[in-house]
């Protein structure tokens, strides 16, 4: 099966890099149609029905997100294009959308196709993506979408207890229990969750401190979560942290 591309950037010189990397790809995908503003965009979406969209953020006519708020229902895997790290960057990363900033690196590029298409191959439900998106945007109940190797999970940030680091993978502890294991790395979530009440006790585990239960100062100083999981903190954040507490 090839899985259809659309490109939807203001820029000509910008889509036509794309259209040209995504040639040098092995991947079963086809470039089908280019678009330079929202309302053009819109349209070629209704009339090619795209597997991925590759979407720049901001166009004279509106942003990308506009676009996507004009659509109600959204069957296809989205890859934001956009020169500007800013808020749209962490909004995107609570979803765990794919983006790349420009200047456009063909590694990178091909590296969010072959996500895309993971995502697409096993049939995950792209919508569950979408409203996640939407809700962060409006800071609405805020959800992590986490992929591992063979699902998608939907979680509420509220019931994260920790996330520790393991080289170049991810553990999530929720608080049913539950261990998730994803390939991203832990800096990747970082900022993401200490806008929500997270803090780095240890350069391998972030902590959600509504799921602390103590501080302990045995062993140089732990502290012990709701669910009895006893976290190191490290000695360079160790006044910063108690600080926090006190604040709270």
């Known amino acids: 099966m090839t899985y259809k591309v659309v490109i939807i950037d203001d820029e000509l010189a910008t889509r036509k890099l794309i259209a040209n990397m995504l040639k040098n790809s092995d991947a079963p995908i086809e470039v089908v149609g280019e678009a330079g503003s929202i309302e053009s965009g819109l349209l070629l979406i209704k009339e ?12 004279p006519d509106g942003s990308g997100f506009d676009l996507l708020k004009k659509i109600k229902e959204r069957n296809f895997e989205v890859i934001f294009i956009t020169a500007h790290e800013e808020y749209a960057i962490r909004a995107i990363k609570f979803s765990a959308l794919d983006y790349i900033l420009k200047p456009i690196e063909e590694k990178e590029l091909l590296h969010g196709i072959t996500n895309a298409l993971e995502v697409i191959e096993f049939k995950m439900d792209t919508s569950e993506h979408y409203n ?8 609405e109940n805020k959800k992590l979408v986490i992929r591992t190797k063979t699902s998608v999970y939907v979680i509420d940030i509220k019931d994260i207890v920790y996330c520790q680091s393991d080289r170049n993978y991810t553990f999530f502890y929720l608080m049913d229990g539950k261990k998730i294991l994803t390939s991203r790395l832990l800096k990747d979530y970082e900022d993401i969750l200490v806008q ?4 780095r006790c240890h350069r391998s585990y972030i902590i959600n401190l509504n799921h602390l239960d103590r501080y302990d100062r045995r062993d140089g100083g732990i502290v012990v979560m709701k669910d009895g999981s006893e976290i190191p903190i490290s000695r360079s954040i160790k006044d ?6 006190e604040s709270l």
Do not use: A
């Open 48 to 59: 090619e029905q795209p597997h991925i969209v590759l979407l720049d953020i901001q166009m």
């Open 132 to 139: 996640t998106l939407l809700n962060n945007i409006k800071n």
């Open 196 to 199: 929500s009440n997270f803090i």
């Open 240 to 245: 910063k942290f108690i600080e926090i507490l």
